[in-house]
Nanobody, 114 residues
């Protein structure tokens, strides 16, 4: 069964940093476009970053503060989040689309205290 597992969330003060990880099993995540999303209650899920062989992209709200990367050997995608703000609070999910469909992890909570 295809699986994505996020980790690395937590509580951090504004201005701090966190690194999220998304580890895939039963498929090679780094062969596909991998995306990080976040969701805040009452709002739609927002894509914050993506990575593929073509490069990386960021939402304007995180550009210059977040860095997405991947480790092929570990079949893992990361999201380094720096200079965190209260508005970065949310549940962060990683996702990928394969020929089998869309795959999501269970999410990891990030809470930034101001």
């Amino acid at each position: 069964q295809v699986q994505l597992v996020e980790s690395g969330g937590g509580l951090v003060q504004a201005g701090g940093s966190l690194r999220l990880s998304c580890r895939a099993s039963r498929f090679t995540l780094t062969n596909y476009v991998a995306r990080w999303y976040r969701q805040v209650p009452g709002k739609e899920r927002e894509e914050v970053a993506s990575i593929s062989d073509g490069g990386v992209e960021y939402a304007g709200s995180v550009k210059g503060r977040f860095i997405i990367s991947r480790d092929r050997a570990k079949n893992t995608v990361y999201l380094q989040m720096n200079s965190l703000k209260a508005e970065d609070t949310g549940v962060y999910y990683c996702g990928a689309r394969t020929i089998l469909g869309d795959h999501w992890g269970q999410g990891t909570q990030v809470t930034v205290s101001s």
